[in-house]
């Protein structure tokens, strides 16, 4: 079974500075994709970046960009400048690539986020 | 486009009784999963439905079941409610196709 880890409950950042946020996950696919979700306090979960197993390159999502090492299993989330509006829970997750079919969404169990002014 | 909606968004409940969650899911979309969210257990798949088939469901009890339908909205019930069972309970939709999950902002379930 695949899993996801997220080793840091809490993080803090001062604001216009650059946090990275921890994920490892395991698996013995090949064909997957992995996610970092942000969860504000009004409770819904917002797809913050995505990454596909198969692409070497990083996904960048403006100040959001991740490290994505596929031989270590390992996945971070790189917030630069960060914003009052960062803070957040923020959580880590994996699904394979089943072509459309059986999709599952595996998570972490999150960083808690706080964005110092 | 509207989003993922659902009701109620808060709901408290006790020990035995059953209740039923509702999630209205993004137009267009025809698959909707379901996930809940404790402090302790984090967030866990619960079970997807597309076209008002069940087609993959997470390691839960019997009591918990869900239904779609031809609308592409979906139900999940929980029968014989236990204090274990209080959660956020999160629905997503997608475009079976392309695309991923967009997620709603969940129903509060407390058991009393």
């Known amino acids: 079974a695949q899993t996801v880890t997220q080793s840091q409950p809490e993080m803090s950042v001062q604001e216009a500075e650059t946090v990275t946020l921890s994920c490892t996950y395991d698996t013995s696919e090949s064909d997957y994709y992995l996610f970092w979700y942000k969860q504000p306090p009004s409770r819904q979960m917002i797809l913050v970046i995505r990454?596909?197993?198969?692409?070497?390159q990083n996904a960048t999502e403006n100040r959001f960009s991740v490290n994505f090492q596929k031989a270590a299993k390992s996945f971070s989330l790189k917030i630069s400048d960060s914003q009052l509006g960062d803070a957040a829970m923020y959580f880590c997750?994996?699904?394979?690539?089943?072509?459309?079919?059986?999709?599952?969404?595996?998570f972490g169990k999150g960083t808690l986020l706080t964005v110092n002014p | 486009k509207a989003g993922v909606t659902q009701t109620p968004r808060y709901l408290i409940k006790t020990r035995g009784q059953q209740v039923t969650l509702s999630c209205s899911p993004i137009s267009g979309h025809r698959s909707v999963s379901w996930y809940q969210q404790t402090p302790g257990q984090g967030l866990q798949f619960l079970f997807e439905y597309f076209s008002e088939t069940q087609r993959n469901k997470g390691n839960f009890p019997g009591r918990f079941s869900g239904r779609q339908f031809s609308n592409s909205r979906s139900e999940m019930n929980v029968s014989t409610l236990e204090l274990g069972d209080s959660a956020l309970y999160l629905c997503?939709?997608?475009?079976?196709?392309?695309?991923?999950?967009?997620f709603g902002q969940g129903t509060r379930l407390t058991v009393v």
């Open positions: 990454q596909e197993a198969y692409k070497q």
């Open positions: 997750a994996y699904r394979e690539n089943s072509g459309g079919s059986n999709y599952k969404l595996t």
């Open positions: 997503a939709s997608r475009d079976r196709v392309i695309g991923e999950a967009f």
